[in-house]
């Protein structure tokens, strides 16, 4: 059973660090491609970042180019994203995901979210 | 970008009913447009990948259609755990982007 659980969410204040983590387990993960999808508040999704399965490709959504980085360790099956200095309006409840073995831009599985408030 | 435009934005429907979910792209997108099912307090699902192609274990109730611009989401048939928010999805270039959902209430 594919399972994605992030971590490291919590508060963090406006201008500082946080780095969410997300172990993927009962899949090859080194197989496949990865994004981080935030939600905030009683809004829609919003994609944020892309990697490619070999960690040498990436992507971000303009709102957060710049600040945050995707990365991944492929010998420890574990994706993460660091924010730096992070604005209100990156609080959100983050998601891990699988891109699709077919189509690794469309997200086949998801993890529970990891809730990010930041205060200024 | 592309901007993913989802009506009705909100759908009120019953049990056993039939709803057609729209997705209307601000370019093509060719067929590279996917669905996804939301619950309160759950992660997204993936319902339909590349238009059409249901994904694993979604019921047959679940169909997409569509290709370019224009893009429907089909449940023949609602059952009440369907009742929930629907989101559109562009794989086509980058940025990635969602539609702003069309939420399914129950009538």
């Known amino acids: 059973e594919v399972q994605l659980l992030e971590s490291g969410g919590g508060l963090v204040q406006s201008g500082g660090s946080l780095r969410l983590s997300c172990a993927a387990s009962g899949f090859t993960f080194s197989s496949y491609a990865m994004s981080w999808v935030r939600q905030s508040p009683g809004k829609g999704l919003e994609w944020v970042s892309f990697i490619s399965a070999s960690g040498i490709t990436t992507y971000y959504a303009d709102s957060v180019k710049g600040r945050f980085t995707i990365s991944r360790d492929n010998s420890k099956n574990t994706l993460y994203l660091q924010l730096n200095s992070p604005r209100a309006e990156d609080t959100a409840v983050y998601y891990c995901?699988?891109?699709?073995?077919?189509?690794?831009?469309?997200?086949?599985?998801w993890g529970q979210g990891a809730l990010v408030t930041v205060s200024s | 970008e592309i901007v993913l435009t989802q009506s009705p934005a909100t759908l009120s429907l019953s049990p056993g009913e039939r709803a057609t979910l729209s997705c209307r792209a601000s370019?093509?997108?060719?067929?590279?447009l996917a669905w996804y099912q939301q619950k309160p307090g759950q992660a997204p699902r993936l319902l339909i990948y590349?238009?059409?192609n249901r994904a694993t274990g979604i019921p047959a109730r679940f169909s997409g259609s569509g290709s370019g611009t224009d893009f429907t989401l089909t449940i023949s048939s609602l059952e009440p755990e369907d009742f929930a928010v629907y989101y559109c999805q562009q794989r086509n270039n980058w940025p990635l982007t969602f539609g702003g959902g069309t939420k399914m209430e129950i009538k």
């Open positions: 995901a699988r891109g699709a073995a077919v189509a690794s831009r469309h997200l086949d599985s």
């Open positions: 370019q093509s997108v060719s067929s590279y």
């Open positions: 590349d238009a059409s």
